[in-house]
């Protein structure tokens, strides 16, 4: 199987904010901009910074005032954006659990104005919805290594040769992710199965 090309949480953060800004949605953002940060980057050594092989993840960016001063904007992936479980230790329950949330970058400004909560609000669904654009564009960076695997072997199916799940000839196109989940679509064909295969 070819090397397949991976994004890491900077790459997306940094991608987001790149379509953003030429798209036209970050020019009022900008005026009023403190700082923008990947998660990690401040000692430069982007020690949270991973690569993400799972596309089952929401972006994340919520807008809130910070501790002290200012409006910030914290970006976050939730759910499953690797392709094996991260475990993290949360010392205040002194237990292991599965990551499910990760922040991979902020945004702040110095103002605290109903006007610039705002624009930041309006610069978080910008980023939603570039982030969403973009790794849609780019989903093969964000594919399990199993399923292109199981993209690899059904392109290596002859013409003439059945498919191994539903045995429709002439190259099944069924995206078959799992023999339990069939398409039904293949029941039309000839040669296709009515029923789902016991194990």
Avoid: W
Avoid at 119 to 127: D, N, Q, R, V
Avoid at 147 to 153: G, I, Q
């Amino acid at each position: 199987m070819n090397i397949i090309k991976r994004d890491t949480t900077r790459d997306l953060f940094l991608a987001a904010l790149n379509l953003v800004n030429e798209n036209g949605h970050y020019d009022k953002a900008a005026e009023i901009m403190d700082y923008v940060l990947p998660e990690g980057s401040i000692d430069n050594k982007y020690k949270d910074d991973i690569e993400l092989s799972n596309y089952r993840f929401d972006f994340d960016a919520i807008a809130q005032f910070g501790g002290s001063e200012g409006i910030y904007i914290d970006c976050y992936l939730s759910g499953e954006y690797t392709e094996t479980e991260l475990k993290r230790y949360n010392s205040g329950k002194g237990i292991v659990e599965t990551e499910t949330r990760r922040n991979i970058g902020t945004f702040k400004t110095l103002n605290c104005d109903l006007e610039s909560f705002k624009i930041m609000g309006e610069l978080c669904g910008a980023l939603i919805f570039y982030a969403s654009q973009y790794v849609n564009k780019n989903i093969d960076r964000y594919t399990p290594t199993r399923e292109h695997e199981r993209k690899e072997k059904r392109n290596q199916v002859g013409s003439n040769d059945p498919c191994e799940i539903c045995t429709m000839k002439n190259d099944c196109s069924n995206n078959h992710t799992d023999v339990k989940q069939m398409c039904e679509a293949y029941t039309e064909f000839e040669g296709g199965r009515t029923s789902i295969p016991s194990d």
